[in-house]
């Protein structure tokens, strides 16, 4: 069924310039299989590579892809920084809540109580004089120290 090969022959190859299977001939040959190829669409040559194992490469690729997508949701980072001080339940915690002070120094999460944005949760530093905090509305960035 298969035709016989030999340099000069046409051949279809992946061809790595084009990026797409081309029309390729045959330059040289190690026993029956092509071993470089010329692209009739750019001139090329190149190792010649077998059709079949780069399309089933992009097939387990695309497969990989799509069976992913759906599961996440995508949230805004705001939707997500709400749902996360949600799930803290930090609102309970307000008795625990640390006034907020300029001068005052706060640890990775200690619970402040802000006059503005309300009950928040130190995320992490930010530099010397600043801590990321997670309020209801989002994450803020305060000075403290
Ligand atoms: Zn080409």
Redesign the pocket.
Known sequence: MEKELSAGSAIEAR?T??R?I?NHIVIAMVGDTPAQVQ?N????RHNYRPIKAAASAKAEKAGKTTSRTPATRRLSLEQQQQQQWQDLNLAAKREQAKPYQLTTTFAVNAVISHPTFGIGIVTRKAGTNKIEVLFEQGCKLLRCG
């Open positions: 061809c310039k084009c797409a081309t692209c669409t750019c001139q090329g």
